[in-house]
Each structure stands twice: as structure tokens, then as C-alpha cells.
């Protein structure tokens, strides 16, 4: 079974500045992928970014970036500059390699200031 | 290259009523998954299908709830008898395959409100 634990329920930032949205999981399975998701106010799952668990090197996609610690079981994501369009509900999920089910945690909601 | 479309965006339904959830794939996509978010929760899996075959329902209530992935046409979750606990954004994804790298890719989805 996979556990994904998002312990930051809401955060509050200024826009410009970079933001850190914490993630740990809890899996046996050898190998398995993580993933963000943004949800804004009006309903849609948009997919962020994606890291495998043999990745040698944190994922990037533009503002987005995973801070991916294997030993501590965490994958933080950090979005860099941020704009008042990140304000949004951010969800982190996995799934094993050998598996299609997406596990995910309860989410974290940011709300970036002007 | 449309992405994955799901119908009605909104739907209401009284207790006891039928809800039918629509979900088209995206082009080439022949695995179906769906998914439902309670408030203030994250997407818990409920079922996984393939063109004609439900490979994983482990997440679906063993009651009231059913889904199908037709030959033709789109792939349908159905709630009989609905009850307010239904009120909730259920969410379909589409992939290529069912294995690693194969990202999921969602619908809108479509909140189901039951009074």
C-alpha cells in the first residue's frame, strides 16, 4: 500500500517569491513515480511534473521543481517566481512502476498575495 | 487533438435518482480510469477499464455504482439510488497504455451534487 502525506493544508506567498510545498510518501515497492498535480478554482487536475524513483538528477519544468530526497521518502515541489495564476489546490501523487493506480495526498493550497 | 472530454461538467440529482458520468478518452487512448475527489480531499482511484473489460473496480462500492468501457462510444460510470455521501467531483484520465510512463492524463470532471 502507498501513503502520500501533504501536512501544509494552505500557505500564503508573496508574489515573485519561490515556494516550497512539502511531500512525503510511504512505499514498499522498489520502484515507483511521483507526480504533481495543480487544481485551480475552477475544478481541472493539471499535470506539473513527473520523477522516477531511479532518476538520477530532480526534475524541472519551468518554474517547477522537484526536490527529490529517495532516503527521506519526500518529493517537494517548488514553484520559483511565483504568479497570482500558481494560486491554486496542489496535489502530489505516486504510483508504483508495476502498478496504474494513482495514490494521492490531501493536497496543499497556496494562495499567492500581490 | 482534443483532450479528455467529460460530460455533464455539472450534474444534480435528487436522492434516489440515476446519475451517468460520460468520459471520452483522448484520441489513441485505450485505458480508462476513474477517480472521485469527497470536499476538501484528494483523487481516491475507484476503477480501471479498457476497451470491454474492467481490469481493477477495487476502489468502487460494491453497491449502486457501475462502469463500463464500451466498443464504441465512451466510457460510462453509472450511480443508482443516489445518496447526498455521492455529492462529490468524480474525475476520468485516459493513458496509452497501463504501465510506468504512461501518464494519465484528466478530464475536467464532473460534480455530481445530491440533494
Known amino acids: 500500500a502507498q501513503k502520500i502525506t501533504q501536512t501544509q493544508p494552505g500557505m500564503f506567498v508573496q508574489e515573485k517569491e519561490a515556494v516550497t510545498l512539502d511531500c512525503t510518501y510511504d512505499t514498499s515497492d522498489p520502484s515507483y513515480g511521483l507526480f504533481w498535480y495543480k487544481q485551480p478554482s475552477s475544478g481541472e487536475m493539471i499535470f506539473l511534473i513527473y520523477?522516477?524513483?531511479?532518476?538520477?538528477q530532480n526534475a524541472t519544468e519551468g518554474r517547477y521543481s522537484l526536490n527529490f530526497q529517495k532516503a527521506r521518502k519526500s518529493a517537494n515541489l517548488v514553484i520559483s517566481a511565483s504568479q497570482l495564476g500558481d494560486s491554486a489546490m496542489y496535489f502530489c501523487?505516486?504510483?508504483?512502476?508495476?502498478?496504474?493506480?494513482?495514490?494521492f495526498g490531501a493536497g496543499t493550497t497556496v494562495t499567492v498575495r500581490a | 487533438n482534443a483532450g479528455v472530454m467529460q460530460n455533464p461538467r455539472h450534474l444534480v440529482r435528487r436522492r434516489g435518482q440515476e446519475a451517468r458520468l460520460r468520459c471520452s478518452p483522448m484520441k489513441g487512448h485505450s485505458h480508462v480510469y476513474w477517480y472521485r475527489q469527497l470536499p476538501e480531499e484528494g483523487l481516491k482511484f475507484m476503477v480501471y477499464l479498457q476497451k470491454e473489460n474492467i481490469i481493477d473496480e477495487s476502489g468502487m462500492p460494491k453497491e449502486r455504482f457501475s462502469a463500463e468501457f464500451p466498443k464504441e462510444g465512451p466510457s460510462i460510470l453509472r450511480i443508482q439510488q443516489v445518496v447526498r455521501g455521492d455529492s462529490a467531483a468524480y474525475f476520468c484520465?485516459?493513458?496509452?497504455?497501463?504501465?510506468?510512463?504512461?501518464?494519465?492524463?484528466f478530464g475536467p470532471g464532473t460534480r455530481l451534487t445530491v440533494l
Open positions: 501523487a505516486m504510483r508504483a512502476s508495476d502498478d496504474y493506480k494513482l495514490s
Open positions: 484520465a485516459s493513458s496509452l497504455g497501463g504501465l510506468e510512463g504512461d501518464e494519465q492524463f
Open positions: 520523477q522516477g524513483s531511479y532518476d538520477q
